[in-house]
């Protein structure tokens, strides 16, 4: 892996002001280094291997204590079961908060511990956990972003920094804690926000990451693409260009917290529902990990991260239907709706597409429509017609396309409301009570989102299921935007800052140019800078 960087070198040379120094840049390559001296390979492993043992030790923990529950369906089945939890309100319970109304089963979370077991001691540990988890993740990749960008040179290496191994350990602790937490006081954050605020935050990561791999692969088929001729192409490019930019630059922050918040959401139950789930957001939270390495970068694994929803979603749907599978259950609607959005869209992102001819990129969309049409021409509606439910695989595709247009145009129309109150000046010099309240400004941006969660659950809203998550998506997202701005001002001054610092005694910061060192008059005296002209 040989990949050219650039050296500095300072070079002397005449102008009308008399001599000057010029800093150029020279192409080097980079070292190779070989898969075992890979920082980030390594971490990468370590992060398979702690998983994989973490997903044993819910199992084994579960099982020894005799927990068995699935889904509401197997309430009856073990006294643990009906110990812990109430079962599902399948028969609505007139004036019982969360058990009556429009879907009410649809809005229960099952696995939350009976009224009668809450305490204020519960709740209060389980939020402390999560509080503290999601303020070290930010801070650790601020921390990290701010560091590299006030760097010159290859923002990308398989070293990892420290900011990268402390990022690692806090998320490797905090599920330690999370699973210590479920055997001793049970109830995670569900007791007081929504189901639909914990599927709804894991849309938005993913519709930031449609967002982010928009440059690369564009949004059908691989259209439009970078080297896209035509004038619908280059003009969506154009339109859409500072909106994806800054979504790249500052969607870890977002992603994050989606993470997080739904590993807080829910207890480590010996469910394969659960343990799906926990693999997504590990491995959300391992990519967060590798900020700036080589194997942040790696296509595949970055496909997996995206994808992983597929089987998680489809299989907790199939999970939680109960013994008929069939009429209205919802695992189809989430297995071929983010099998479509493969088929279209994600797939497109993986190198070896580069190397094949364009027309090749329909062949998945006709095995795809294929199996479609023959699984939902057999697949009954409520009253046993086959063919009705075609719908379906239409709504995520749509829910995701839509709602990442949203996320574009809210962007830009933040960068005009920024340009418009700055008058497009590009300084962002911020004294420390201004960093202090753009800080303030980015956290309570997410804290209005759980105290709308938190809002949702306590008034019980009767809102169902799905309409609850697509609700709680078109808010986050506004609040997840605006966090951007705030957290953007404070990046920025803090790199602006960095870069007005000389690195030398005679290097002055170039005004027009940002990461460069302008021209600086000297004299010579025996061949040697003298001090006393910059003095």
């Known amino acids: ?62 099982t020894y204590r005799g927990w068995y529950a699935p889904s509401g369906y197997a309430y009856n089945d073990t006294n643990t079961t009906r110990e812990r939890f109430l079962p599902e309100p399948f028969a609505p319970e007139e004036g019982v908060k969360g058990r009556y109304g429009v879907s009410a089963s649809g809005r229960w979370y099952f696995w939350k511990l009976r009224p009668e077991l809450v305490t204020s001691w519960t709740r209060l540990f ?30 990308y290496s398989p070293i990892m920094s420290k900011y990268n191994w402390a990022a690692v350990a806090v998320h490797t602790f905090f599920h330690l804690l999370h699973l210590a937490q479920t055997h001793l006081t049970y109830d995670a954050t569900a007791q007081d926000v ?24 564009g949004v059908f088929f691989g259209w439009p693409s970078a080297g896209s001729t035509g004038k619908a192409g280059k003009a969506v490019r154009s339109w859409l260009n500072e909106s994806v930019h800054l979504v790249r630059k500052y969607h870890g922050y977002v992603i994050m917290w989606a ?37 942040h970068l790696n296509r595949y694994w970055r496909f997996l991260l ?66 479609t049409l023959y699984m939902y021409s057999w697949l009954p509606d409520e009253y046993g017609r086959p063919w009705t439910r075609l719908w379906e695989p239409v709504v995520i595709p749509a829910n995701q396309y839509g709602f990442a247009l949203y996320i574009c145009g809210l962007v830009t129309f933040g960068l005009y409301v920024e340009r418009k109150l700055t008058n497009g000046s590009t300084k962002n010099i911020l004294s420390n009570f201004g960093r202090a309240a753009y800080v303030c400004g980015f956290l309570c941006m997410y804290l209005i989102k759980i105290i709308i969660s938190w809002a949702f659950q306590y008034f019980d809203i009767h809102i169902p299921g799905t309409a609850m ?38 290097e002055l910061p170039s005004n027009v140019i940002p990461d460069t060192y302008g021209s600086i008059p000297v004299s010579l005296e025996n061949g040697k800078v003298k001090e006393s002209v910059l003095t």
């Open 1 to 62: 892996m040989e990949e050219p960087v650039r050296e500095s070198s300072m070079q002397l040379s005449a102008s009308s002001s008399g001599l000057v120094v010029k800093e150029t840049r020279q192409p080097t390559k980079r070292a190779e280094v070989r898969w075992y001296q890979r920082q980030d390979l390594w971490a990468w492993l370590y992060g398979m291997v702690f998983i994989g043992g973490l997903i044993g030790a819910i199992f084994g923990l579960g």
């Open 126 to 155: 389980v939020w402390t956990c999560y509080t503290v988890h999601q303020l070290l993740a930010w801070w650790l990749m601020y921390l990290a972003q701010v560091n590299k960008q006030a760097r010159k040179g290859k923002k």
């Open 194 to 217: 929504t189901i639909g605020s914990s599927q709804g935050s894991v849309i938005v990561a993913l519709l930031v990451v449609l967002v982010v791999e928009f440059r690369d692969r």
């Open 259 to 295: 993470a997080v918040y739904t590993f807080w959401y829910h207890p480590m139950e010996n469910t394969l529902g659960h343990v799906l789930g926990f693999f997504h957001t590990w491995i959300l939270m391992l990519q967060g990990s590798l900020l700036y390495t080589d194997l």
């Open 306 to 371: 995206e994808v992983w929803v597929t089987l998680h979603g489809g299989l907790v749907a199939y999970q939680t239907g109960g013994p008929a599978q069939m009429g209205t259950k919802l695992w189809p609607m989430f297995t071929f709706g983010f099998v479509g959005l493969i088929v279209l869209t994600q797939l497109f992102g993986l190198p070896f597409w580069k190397h094949l001819p364009a027309w090749t990129r329909v062949f998945p969309s006709l095995v795809y429509l294929a199996v």
């Open 469 to 506: 998550m697509i609700v709680h998506e078109s808010i986050f997202i506004v609040f997840a935007v605006a966090a951007a701005f705030f957290v953007r001002r404070v990046v920025e001054a803090n790199t602006q800052k960095a870069h007005a610092e000389p690195k030398e005694k005679h």
